[in-house]
């Protein structure tokens, strides 16, 4: 074998052991990724139960029930299509009705309210999770500079 071919051998090796390391890590990290919803695309898409997902939107007016400790329960809107959360934990101090939040969680059974094990709001006036901005923008409602109403 000339100096040509071993090189080539040690550089078709390196690579291939680089490609199988990152098809790992990416296997790996698969079950790890949540992906990004808002009400009308779990509507519309139909998510499965137990499918770990970030649901978003606004918190519509009226809609929070404060249960027994620290279980809660408030709708998600992205103003066309609404989903119910239930919630047991404590909620960041600047949750309030009209303003942009971030829920993790699951669907428990199909068509029923949203499980969240975690809930994430603005944090001062002028944000908003791009998330939310970017599928109130695609859909119309919210402009950059705007207030948002209900």
């Given at each position: 074998?000339t100096?040509?071919?071993k ?11 680089l ?6 890590v990416?296997f790996a990290?698969s079950s790890?990724?949540?992906?990004f919803h808002?009400?009308t ?5 139909a998510v499965k ?5 970030r649901l ?9 029930i404060?249960g ?10 992205d103003?066309?299509q ?5 919630y047991?934990?404590?909620l960041p101090d ?8 971030i829920?993790?969680?699951?669907f428990?059974v199909?068509?029923?309210p949203?499980v969240a094990d975690?809930?994430?709001?603005k944090?001062d006036e002028?944000?908003?999770p791009?998330e ?7 859909r119309?409602?919210?402009k ?7």
């Open positions: 074998m100096r040509k071919q090189r080539f051998t040690i550089i078709g090796v390196g690579m291939s052991f490609l199988s390391a990152v098809l790992l990416m990290l790890e990724i949540t992906y808002s009400p695309d779990v509507i519309e898409k139960p137990d499918t770990r997902i978003g939107g606004l918190v519509e007016h009226d809609s929070i404060r027994e400790g620290t279980k809660v329960s408030f709708t998600i809107t103003n066309e609404t989903v119910v959360v239930n047991d934990g404590i600047l949750f309030r009705e009209g303003q942009g939040v829920t993790e969680g699951a428990n199909m068509g029923g949203f975690s809930v994430l709001a944090h002028n944000y908003m791009k939310i901005a970017d599928s109130l923008k695609e119309g409602v919210w950059d500079g705007e207030p948002i109403t209900n």
